[in-house]
């Protein structure tokens, strides 16, 4: 199967399953090292993101500001496996998550303990590579089992609703260059922990870590889709 058919199989499961391995075998293969470096592969990950999306919008000429960090979003969810409502839209931007593919996942799988690290750390991770000046603040985590994560984007004034779903349709508009399909994804989260993982644990733990997820990534998802990853995960990516 060529890759774009192959990446239409993919979808947040992948991306959260292979994430949680990773933290699985960091953490028994290096103990609180290996948990520690997985925080900071969170970290590097949501920077780079963050900076790809900075990049397209200075690429189109728009201000690195709160209304822009949400028209410039990388991923979707057409299937629904997350649900959340708008509170505001003036003078902040604020949205409730009620319901998440990735700590579904994670609950599914085992591996919430791993889950909670990536949430502490990704959405103010995303939101400082896309610009140090903006200010997100996070009430609540699904993944620390409370009712919903609330998200206020400080600044982030749409006017009104009518303001924001113009947003929506110039976000909707972008899609084609914007959104990055899971495949993509799931091979980014491999390469950012696999760097993060040499850099901190050493190029021999490194490996074995990633060898042993992608491993179990395999017996649960398919062996086509752990090769497609670990091909994905070769490229630039801050390459946009």
């Known amino acids: 199967m060529d890759r774009d058919s192959l990446a239409l199989e993919f979808y947040i ?14 953490e028994e293969l290096c103990g609180k090292s ?25 690429k189109n000429g728009d201000e690195l500001d709160a209304v822009s960090y949400v028209i410039y979003g990388e991923w979707s969810d057409p299937k629904g496996s997350s649900h959340s409502e708008v509170r505001a839209y003036v003078p902040d931007y604020v949205y409730s998550c ?13 591996l919430m303990e ?3 690290i990536y949430c502490r750390y990704i959405d103010k991770s995303l939101l400082r590579g896309f610009s140090p000046k903006l200010e997100l603040l996070i009430d609540g985590s699904l993944s620390e089992g ?10 982030a004034d749409f ?19 914007n959104i990055r399909d899971f495949l993509y994804h799931t091979g980014h989260i491999c390469s950012a922990l696999r760097r993060v993982f040499m850099l901190e644990l050493g190029l021999l733990a490194a490996e074995e870590i990633c060898k042993m997820a992608l491993s179990e990534f395999a017996k649960l998802m398919g062996a086509e889709k752990a090769e497609a990853v670990r091909i994905e995960a070769k490229q630039d990516f801050l390459s946009i």
């Open 34 to 58: 290996g948990l520690e470096a997985l925080s900071h592969g969170v970290m590097l990950y949501g920077r780079e993101r963050g900076l790809r999306m900075a990049m397209r919008a200075r």
């Open 114 to 116: 791993y889950g909670r």
């Open 98 to 110: 009620l319901s998440c593919g990735w700590c579904d996942t994670w609950k599914r799988y085992g």
């Open 159 to 177: 006017i009104d609703e009518e303001g924001f779903q113009r947003a929506m349709a110039r976000k909707a508009s972008m899609a084609e260059a």
């Open 146 to 155: 409370d009712e919903a994560c609330v998200f206020t984007f400080k600044g």
């Open 13 to 26: 499961e992948d991306h959260a399953l292979l994430f949680g391995l990773m933290g699985k075998y960091a």
